[in-house]
T-cell receptor
Framework: EAGVTQSPRYAVLQEGQAVSFWCDPI?????LYWYQQPRDQGPQLLVY????????NSQLPSDRFSAVRPKGTNSTLKIQSAKQGDTATYLCASSFRLGANYAEQFFGPGTRLTVL | GDSVTQMQGQVTLSEDDFLFINCTYS??????LFWYVQYPGEGPQLLLKVTTANNKGISRGFEATYDKRTTSFHLQKASVQESDSAVYYCVLGDMLSGSFNKLTFGAGTRLAVCP
C-alpha cells in the first residue's frame, strides 16, 4: 500500500514569492493534516480536514496561508508572499477515523522550504 | 493549554547501551501519550501509544511508562543499536477532539548511536 506522498520535496524562494505544496493521502483516509516543522523542532499542526471540510484551522496564519481539499482526497497548502520565518519542513499526514478511538496518523516525507 | 517538555536535546550512546529519554507533560485531561520516531528525510512514525488504562506501552524493544503523579512519560530501551539513531518525539493527544486528531509534539531528542 502506498504511503502519503508529497511534492515537491524541496523549494527555495525569495521573500514575497508564492509557493504551493501538494499532498496525496493514503487511499481511503478521510482525515488529512498539514504540519509545519521548523528546523530542530517538533511538528506543529496548522490545519486538518475531514473529507473536504476544514475541522480546525486555528493555527493557520490566515493572512498568507491557505489550504484546500476540494474532493476530500488530495490537498494543497499555499503560502502567499513567503517570509524568511516560513522556512521549515511542511508535513502532510492522513488517518482513517475510527469513531472515538485513536486513529494513527501516517506522515509523508515532507517538503523542505527555504525562504531567502 | 497542553504542553510537552523534552529537556534532552541530544543523546549519544554506544551500541548495547541503555537508553532513557525523559518527557513531562501538562494537560487538564486524562492523557493519551505517544512516542514518535523520525529518521532522516522521513516524516515521523508512531513508535508506541500509552493510555491511562494501561500505563505502559512496548514496541520494537522500546518501553514507555507514564506516571500520573509526576506527569512524566519516559522512553527506554535496554540495548540500543546503530539503527535506532533518529529523533524521538514525546507527543500528547488532545482528548477534547474525541479521536486524538490534535497532537502536541515535544521538541524532540536526537539519539546518535555509535558502533
Amino acid at each position: 500500500e502506498a504511503g502519503v506522498t508529497q511534492s515537491p520535496r524541496y523549494a527555495v524562494l525569495q521573500e514575497g514569492q508564492a509557493v504551493s505544496f501538494w499532498c496525496d493521502p493514503i487511499s481511503g483516509h478521510d482525515t488529512l493534516y498539514w504540519y509545519q516543522q521548523p528546523r530542530d523542532q517538533g511538528p506543529q499542526l496548522l490545519v486538518y480536514f475531514r473529507d473536504e471540510a476544514v475541522i480546525d484551522n486555528s493555527q493557520l496564519p490566515s493572512d498568507r496561508f491557505s489550504a484546500v481539499r476540494p474532493k476530500g482526497t488530495n490537498s494543497t497548502l499555499k503560502i502567499q508572499s513567503a517570509k524568511q520565518g516560513d522556512t521549515a519542513t511542511y508535513l502532510c499526514a492522513s488517518s482513517f477515523r475510527l469513531g472515538a478511538n485513536y486513529a494513527e496518523q501516517f506522515f509523508g516525507p515532507g517538503t523542505r522550504l527555504t525562504v531567502l | 493549554g497542553d504542553s510537552v517538555t523534552q529537556m534532552q536535546g541530544q543523546v549519544t550512546l554506544s551500541e548495547d547501551d541503555f537508553l532513557f529519554i525523559n518527557c513531562t507533560y501538562s494537560t487538564t485531561w486524562y492523557p493519551t501519550l505517544f512516542w514518535y520516531v523520525q529518521y532522516p528525510g522521513e516524516g515521523p512514525q508512531l513508535l508506541l501509544k500509552v493510555t491511562t488504562a494501561n500505563n505502559k506501552g512496548i514496541s520494537r524493544g522500546f518501553e514507555a511508562t507514564y506516571d500520573k503523579r509526576t506527569t512524566s512519560f519516559h522512553l527506554q530501551k535496554a540495548s540500543v543499536q546503530e539503527s535506532d539513531s533518529a529523533v524521538y518525539y514525546c507527543v500528547l493527544g488532545d482528548m477534547l477532539s474525541g479521536s486524538f486528531n490534535k497532537l502536541t509534539f515535544g521538541a524532540g531528542t536526537r539519539l546518535a548511536v555509535c558502533p
